[in-house]
Every structure is written in C-alpha cells, then in structure tokens.
C-alpha cells in the first residue's frame, strides 16, 4: 500500500485547508485510515482515523473532519478553525487493524504535507 499525502501550506489562525491522501496498490488489506501530525523534537501524534466510525483527539474535536472516499481511494483531513498549534508536518496512515490511535498499530504511511498556522 502506497500513500501520498498533499494539501498542506501556509494559513492565518481561523483559516482553513483541506488534506489529501491518495491510496493505491494493495488496498484491500487496510481497514482503517488515519492522521498523525509531529513538531520537530516531539513524538507522533494522532489526529483523527476513520474506518466504519470516525474518531478525532480531543484536541481537533469540533474542527477538523475526517472523511473517505473508498470508489476514489482517497482519504480526506477537513480542518476549520486552525490554530499556530495546530502546525505541523501532517501524515496519513493506514492500518490492517482495528481502529487505533497509536502510530505504531499503523503499517502504512505517506510522506507528511507541511502545515504551518500564523497567528
């Protein structure tokens, strides 16, 4: 399984963007999609992932939306609202697992898109 993840950039705080992951090859064996994001110097965080349920870090609740689209193989990060902690280096990830919000349940990931919030 491959993934390419894009959409990141250059936001004020209150703005908006709008992730992509695209999955292709052996899709068939992955069961849940997921966001990760990570600051120089810190571990992995979970973002969101989404599999028949959605499930969001508490931080994200409320403004960020994940969503899938399995015809298109792609895997979507709505983010509203952001804010200068919400910049980072963005990852999408899938997994053969059930849903987890431990990076290390995770068998596949992308190369990261930057996002970086101004205030």
């Known amino acids: 399984v491959q993934l390419q993840a894009s959409g990141g950039g250059l936001v004020q705080a209150g703005g908006s963007l709008r992730l992509s992951c695209a999955a292709s090859?052996?899709?068939?064996?992955?069961?849940?999609m997921g966001w990760f994001r990570q600051v120089p110097g810190k571990e992995r965080e979970y973002v969101a992932s989404i599999s028949s349920s959605r499930d969001y870090a508490s931080s994200v609740m409320g403004r960020f939306t994940i969503s899938r689209d399995n015809a298109r193989k792609m895997v979507y990060l709505q983010m509203n609202n952001l804010k200068p902690e919400d910049t980072a280096v963005y990852y999408c990830a899938a997994t053969r697992r059930i849903l987890s919000t431990a990076s290390t349940d995770y068998n596949y990931w992308g190369q990261g898109t930057q996002v970086t919030v101004s205030s």
């Open positions: 090859g052996s899709i068939f064996r992955v069961n849940v």
